[in-house]
């Protein structure tokens, strides 16, 4: 076990590089636009959201080298794209390098959500899966943390601190890629390239008590049973693939990239001073944190779709009561309590939950597809969401868009009550077998 959950830690350090990734930018924006004399619309949408666009982008596409180049061998591109997007943007003396240098990390982010979980979902026992593709996420939201950290710490290095912000992503993007190079191949993926030698030694170092006599002809049967040309489009896969897509779908109309990306905006709506807006957004941060650790222990001792029912319960209690309080015009400090409620909701239900379900419900041959396609759902939904706040702020009002979440997290309910299967403690190849046309109705009553 020690050998996987080192293995899945290096694998899943390319979800710290995604948070830090993801968040570094937030210190370097005001000294840019002032830097380069950029209008508000051309620093908004080339140098501040490229590097989103590349997200999308490798979300869409990642799910290519993953199944045709292998898992590790996709990570290790990953790393590199942190590595070169780091130093070229650091480097940058025009807006233009600094947004491509951008894209390139953020095609890294988008594969990133492909090849991490695919990768430790098959190298992961049933027992101990939940919690070692969960990694990904808790490194996704360490990344977030110590980007702020670190701006805050290089606020005044050299003449331009925006350069040491985001070089030093150079430092972590190193190690991972160091990391990443000792991790074994993915054995399911070398099984579905006919190379079962290499495969079989893997099984044996991952679990040598097992019966790899059993496991292989598990994974082999379900190999061998791929049609050739097959998609996750094709009728056979359409449970699995509403899945994903409602997963992913519901995950952003809770409203949680929104929240994160303007959430000194939204407590300053509710009537709070602008420092304390910021010292709130940073409270925001650590109770993510705690309630991410929560969900790690948790997520394979009561299952996925217990986590998700909490969650759901929790986002509608919580965008509920913010929505009131932007209705009855509650002043104070009650808008961060409910929205601190939010935050450890999503943490223990769909932060917790997303990329572990995903990896799980589709089988061997097109997870990495599969995966792509739920990733791609997210991270277009999380371009298209955040961006259309500012305008609902101003025409309709806070209140009904907190309103109009809290009904999105009621019919998520609706569908983690009725549809959502449990994926806790069984093996890739049983759920494989579980959620295919023969036994949906059985997948659906679970």
Not at 316 to 330: G, P, T
Request: aromatic content about 14%; glycine content about 8%.
């Amino acid at each position: 076990m020690s050998k996987i959950f080192a293995w899945s830690i290096s694998a899943a350090l390319a979800g710290f590089l995604f948070g830090f990734d993801t968040v570094v930018i937030s210190g370097a924006d005001k000294q840019l636009q002032e830097l380069w004399g950029t209008s508000d619309a051309f620093h908004g949408s080339i140098v501040m959201a490229m590097a989103l666009w590349g997200t999308v982008v490798g979300a869409i596409f990642g799910g290519i080298p993953t199944n045709k180049f292998g898992r590790k061998n996709t990570l290790l591109v990953i790393g590199i794209l942190y590595l070169v997007s780091a130093l070229g943007s650091a480097f940058a003396n025009d807006p233009i390098t600094f947004a491509i240098f951008r894209f390139l990390g953020g095609l890294g982010v988008g594969a990133s959500t492909i090849a991490a979980p695919t990768y430790v979902s098959e190298i992961a026992p049933p027992k101990d899966r939940g919690r070692l593709v969960y990694l990904y996420q808790f490194n996704i939201v360490l990344g977030i943390l110590i980007a702020y950290l670190s701006n805050y710490l290089l606020r005044d290095t050299g003449a331009q601190p925006w350069r040491w912000m985001v070089g030093v992503e150079a430092i972590p993007a190193f190690i991972y890629i160091i990391f990443v190079v000792f991790i074994p191949k993915s054995p399911r993926w070398l099984i579905s390239k006919s190379r079962t030698e290499e495969a079989t030694k893997i099984l044996e170092d991952i679990n040598p008590e097992a019966d790899l006599e059993k496991r292989m002809l598990e994974i082999k049967k379900q190999s061998e049973n791929q049609i050739t040309g097959e998609n996750i489009f094709m009728k056979k896969y359409r449970f699995p693939l509403i899945l994903a897509f409602l997963v992913a779908f519901f995950n952003q109309l809770s409203g949680i990239n929104a929240f994160l990306y303007y959430a000194p905006r939204i407590f300053e709506s509710a009537g709070l001073e602008a420092n304390t807006a910021l010292l709130s957004s940073i409270g925001i941060g650590v109770v993510n944190l705690l309630f991410t650790l929560l969900g790690v222990f948790l997520i394979d001792r009561v299952g996925r779709k217990k986590l998700m029912f909490v969650g759901s319960i929790g986002y509608i209690i919580s965008l509920s009561l913010v929505a009131a309080a932007f209705f009855l015009n509650w002043g104070g400090l009650w808008v961060p309590i409910f929205l601190f409620l939010f935050i450890a909701a999503h943490a223990i239900g769909q932060g917790a939950v997303i990329w572990v379900f995903i990896s799980e419900i589709f089988p061997n041959h097109l997870r990495a597809s599969g995966q792509a396609f739920g990733s791609s759902t997210h991270w277009v939904l999380a371009a298209i969401v955040p961006s259309l706040v500012p305008v609902l702020f101003t025409t309709i009002g806070p209140g009904y868009v907190f309103a109009f979440f809290a009904f999105m997290m009621l019919l998520q309910l609706i569908f983690v009550i009725f549809m959502m299967p449990e994926t806790k403690g069984k093996t890739l190849e049983e759920l494989g077998e579980e959620l295919s046309p023969s036994n949906n109705n059985q997948a659906f009553q679970q």
